[in-house]
C-alpha cells in the first residue's frame, strides 16, 4: 500500500476499495478498471490512488490478506488437534472446512486473484503458507505410520490438488459442507493411495 490509513474514516476507505475490487472480480474479473473500482466503492479515484499506487497494488493487497487469515485459521486448527495417531483425517478435514469457508464468499475473485497478483507477492506468501502447513500436517501423518518423508512428499503433492478443487469448485452450486467432504475423500484416497 503507498499510504497507511491512520484514521478509522481512512481505513473504512481501504475497506471500501478492496470489498468493492473483490465484487468486481467476482463479476467482471480483470478487465476492471480503477474508474470502475471508485464507481462501485462510492469513492473518488483519487482516494483509490491516496492507498493505492494502482490497480495491482489493489490486487496484491487482497491476495496477501486472503492468504494470511486463511493461514491464521487454518493454525488455529491444527492449534487445537495435538498429533496423535489416526487424527489426520479429522484435522484435514477441519483444515479444508477452513479454506473452503475462506473462499465461499468471494471464490471466483480469489481465483482470479492467484493470476492477477504479483508472482513475488502471491508465490512467496503461498509458498511459505504451503510450507508451513505442509511440516504441521505432516507431523500427523508421521504419527499414523508415514516416514518423515514420505509425509512432506505426498502432502506436496496433494496440497496444491485441494487449493485448485477449492478455488475451481467454490461458487459452483455446492454447499461448502458438500464441497470439504468432496475434497477431503479426494484428498484421502490419494494419501492411502500414496502409502
Given at each position: ?19 468493492a ?14 474508474n ?23 490486487f ?5 490478506r486472503?492468504?494470511v ?18 487424527t ?10 477452513v ?19 504479483s ?8 509458498a511459505g ?12 501423518l ?7 518423508d ?13 487449493d ?30 500414496r502409502?
Open positions: 500500500m503507498r499510504k497507511k490509513p491512520r484514521q478509522q474514516r481512512s481505513s473504512f476507505t481501504v475497506e471500501v476499495i478492496l470489498e475490487t473483490t465484487q468486481l472480480l467476482d463479476t467482471e474479473g480483470d478487465a476492471l478498471t480503477t470502475r473500482i471508485a464507481e462501485t466503492a462510492g469513492v473518488s479515484v483519487g482516494s483509490i490512488y491516496q492507498y493505492f499506487g494502482d490497480k495491482q497494488a489493489i496484491d493487497e487482497l491476495a496477501a486472503h492468504l487469515a486463511a493461514e491464521a485459521k487454518m493454525v488455529a486448527v491444527l492449534d487445537a488437534h495435538p498429533v496423535r495417531p489416526a489426520w483425517p479429522t484435522v484435514l478435514s477441519e483444515v479444508v472446512a479454506a473452503v469457508a475462506e473462499n465461499s464468499t468471494h471464490g471466483r475473485a480469489h481465483g482470479r486473484l492467484r493470476e492477477l497478483a508472482p513475488g507477492v502471491v508465490g512467496e506468501l503461498y503458507l504451503a510450507t508451513r502447513l505442509i511440516a504441521r500436517l505432516s507431523d500427523h508421521v504419527a499414523d505410520g508415514w516416514t518423515p514420505d509425509a512432506v512428499a505426498d502432502l506436496r503433492l496433494v496440497f496444491p490438488a485441494i485448485a478443487q477449492i478455488h475451481q469448485l467454490t461458487g459452483t452450486g455446492l454447499e461448502a459442507a458438500e464441497l470439504a467432504e468432496q475434497i477431503v475423500a479426494y484428498t484421502e484416497g490419494a494419501l492411502r493411495g502409502r
